[in-house]
C-alpha cells in the first residue's frame, strides 16, 4: 500500500484547532469521548493479553464509561501494567497515528483501525458496546474505501489530533472525581493497592506521558505543515 501525496499545510492546521475544539467542547466531548473510552479499554485488554493474563470481556456503556475484566493473579508486573495501560492508551494510539500520518500512511492508518475494532470487538460483553463498535468500525471503514484522498486525509488528520488532545483531558477528570471521592476504585487508586505507591504518583504518570505523546505527536504532525510555511 503506498503512501498519499503530502497534505495541504492547512488541512494539518485546521484539523488540529479540530481536534481541540471537539476535545475542549463539552457537547462535542460528551459524544467524541466514546472513541477515548475505547482506546482507554482497548489498552487495559492489550497490556493484559501482552503480560499474560486471560481477558474475560471488555464493556463499553452509554455514558462513555467502560470496564475491562481479566483473570489471572491480582498483584504483580502482569496486573500493574493492565491497569496502567488504559489511561495512556488513547495518547499513544494518537502518537503511533502521528507516525504514520507522518509517513503519509493515511489509508493504512484507516485500515489498521478497523482491524483493532475488530479485534476488540471479539471480546465486547454487552450491546451498547457491539453498537458503538460497530457504528465506528462501519465509519472508518466507509471513509477508507469511498471517500476521496483529501477527505481521509482531513478525517485520519482530525481523529489523530482528537486522541492526542483528548488523551490529556480524562487525566484531569479522574482527579477531579478523586479528589471529591466519587472515583474510589480508579485505576490510579487500584494501582495504588497493587504497588504501595500513592495513587497520585500514578496519576502523575499518566498525565506525564498523554502530555509527552501530545507533544512528541503534535510535533510529527506539524512537520508536515512546516514545510509548506517554508516553501512559501
Known amino acids: 500500500m503506498g503512501a498519499q501525496p503530502d497534505p495541504p499545510g492547512l488541512l494539518v492546521l485546521v484539523t488540529a484547532v479540530i481536534g481541540l475544539v471537539v476535545a475542549s467542547f463539552r457537547p462535542l466531548w460528551r459524544v467524541a469521548r466514546n472513541a477515548v473510552t475505547i482506546a482507554h479499554e482497548g489498552g487495559h485488554a ?4 501482552l503480560t499474560g493474563r486471560k481477558l474475560r470481556g471488555i464493556r463499553l456503556e452509554f455514558d462513555t464509561s467502560g470496564l475491562t475484566l481479566s483473570a489471572g493473579r491480582p498483584t504483580g508486573p502482569g496486573m500493574m501494567f493492565t491497569l496502567l495501560g488504559g489511561y495512556i492508551a488513547p495518547s499513544l494510539v494518537g502518537l503511533g497515528g502521528a507516525w504514520l500520518l507522518g509517513g503519509n500512511r493515511i489509508t493504512l492508518l484507516l485500515w489498521l483501525v478497523v482491524v483493532l475494532l475488530l479485534l476488540m470487538l471479539i471480546n465486547i460483553r454487552n450491546v451498547f458496546g457491539v453498537v458503538s463498535l460497530v457504528v465506528t468500525g462501519a465509519i472508518v471503514l466507509g471513509v477508507s474505501w469511498y471517500a476521496t484522498p483529501q477527505v481521509q486525509a482531513a478525517f485520519a488528520y482530525a481523529g489523530v489530533w482528537f486522541l492526542l488532545f483528548g488523551g490529556v483531558r480524562p487525566v484531569f477528570e479522574l482527579q477531579k472525581l478523586r479528589s471529591r471521592g466519587r472515583m474510589p476504585e480508579s485505576d490510579a487508586d487500584q494501582l495504588a493497592g497493587v504497588t504501595r505507591i500513592p495513587a497520585l504518583f500514578w496519576v502523575g504518570v499518566f ?26
Open 46 to 49: 492489550l497490556a493484559a493479553l
Open 207 to 232: 498525565l506525564v506521558v498523554d502530555l509527552a505523546a501530545l507533544v512528541v505527536g503534535g510535533f510529527m504532525l506539524a512537520g508536515q505543515w512546516l514545510p509548506t510555511i517554508s516553501a512559501t
